[in-house]
């Protein structure tokens, strides 16, 4: 139940974070209902896609439909008292935690239902980071690949110190809480020293 919770925390940051972006500035509100959404549950979406579950998790349970859609309307309505206040920066910081605890919680769930840790990594960070991507595509924004920043990274790192965690006994829970615990140190840190690629890892 914890965890169910936490992941409705992060789709409502996510969802917010969808309706935050500057360019959503003279959208009507369809608009950016739809970026909010699409933000909260697109990453989730491709990743059951992929692995063609029988029914995608939104749908298997509505309540992620709706924390979403609630989430982007009261965005939308308090959208100015929000740019006044520091929920923006409280947003950020929960979207590390959502991508951080979506991408070793969905890592964690395939590697013990069998997949391979290439898999489950892989649909870790597509779950985590894919929502987003959309996001700023949509938005007309620079994503992760058009630009350096670290996003991705600390979410396949978190996810992989899982599968080796796991792998030397650790206790799958107490793996997946180290894992989370490490992914969104990583990303806070990234952000707060504004740290990029190095050249030598940028093609020229």
Known sequence: MFTYILEMVCIVAFALSGV???????????????????TALGGGTLRDIIINTEQVFWIRDPMYFWVALVSACVGFFLITEIRKSKVEKLVVFFDTIGVSLFSVLVTEKLYIAGYAAYVAISMGMVTAVFGGVLRDILAHRANMFSNTELYATPVILGSSLYVLLYNVGVWEHLAAALSITFSVSLRLYFITKKIRYPGFLILK
């Open 20 to 38: 935050l972006v500057e360019s959503n500035r003279g959208k009507d509100i369809v608009s950016v209902l739809l970026l909010g959404w699409v």
